[in-house]
């Protein structure tokens, strides 16, 4: 019987389950499996190695249903926003982040660079490094290609509710299967300029990872399959609003081996509840035990995303507490001055005060970084991915 798993989300061993009634041999299941995990061919007539009847009998599958691009839109510092259209008629986006260059993001002293918007930790930085200077853990290169970083979405909006993100503003429409998360990848490194490679993918497009945690899951097992895109797991980041029992999931399917970032946003729990309608689940006391818990390998940090929202999160105190609550954690510390979004008059505070909250946790002895706004000309920034089309449950004037 063929699996009931969609031909984009299979497994070489699922191939070889499916090809058999179809006449194929197992060796054709791994070249199936190349030809649209590792070159991202999903017209089965392009399958050159194939038997021509094997290929005919593919063709049913129209694979190439799965997602479609609708639209594409560039920054103007080359960020590329895609709007994938979806078999059902729905919209995702997902956007590709070329490397940048200049100075990271940790001031070394308290005197401020000439440029404060050149402190960068943009999505790449999402990735741990291994404190090599370079925020994707490699040796930077003059001449080598540009490495891409992907955010990808696994939800259709989200039903987190965070009152800075665009992305859950519509509420959750429905989760995306595996196939429709693997599309867009297969999609981002389809439209690649010459000279880029797509070296990263961080989970931190619309929707919750780990509350769509099945489809999430062989989506990463695909991305990090030798005979597929091949990404080591280290360069796979998952970023999550801190779903406790399926953070301390991830850590056992994956040994700790993928990337975790938690968006964290605020040290108390009365603050952050006001932000983050999820922390009433789960407080901070028990996202710090599962964090404490979760088996990070040997010189790997932990993620700690902060979008510093003006009057709310955003003062010396604040930071002070959040030292206090890392406090002998191995992570490092994201600052992310709120992007505007349509559905909130909230907004970023002054960057005097985003240097004065960083150099609070810098003093205290974090690696802590600032995120360059990436490509919000085209609302394609952190926290600005929204539901095409769909219109808000509540307009988020404040979040009191």
Known sequence: MIPAVHPLARTPEEWAESLRPLGGRAFHAKQVFRWIQARGVLDPLGMTDLPAELRAKLTTLEMWRTMQVRDERVATDGTRKLLALLRDGAVVETVLIPGVTGPRGRL???VPPADPTELDADAAAAVDDDDDGDPNGETPSVSG???VTQCISTQVGCAMGCVFCASGVAGLKRHLGADEIIAQVLAGRAVLAEG???TNVVFMGMGEPLHNYEATC???RLLTH????ALSARRVTVSTSGLVPEIARLGEDFGGNVGLAISLHAADDETRSRLMPINKKYPLWRLMEALRAYPLPRRRRITIEFTLVAGQNDDP???KRL????RDLPVKINLIPMNPISASSLGPPAMDTVLAFQKVLCDAGYSCFIRRRRGDDVSAACGQLALVGAKPKVRVNRAH
């Open 108 to 110: 070394p002293s308290p």
């Open 145 to 147: 290609p540009v490495r």
């Open 196 to 198: 880029q490679r797509l």
């Open 218 to 220: 062989r989506a990463l």
């Open 226 to 229: 030798p005979d597929g895109v």
């Open 317 to 319: 105190g604040e930071a």
């Open 323 to 326: 030292a206090r609550l890392l």
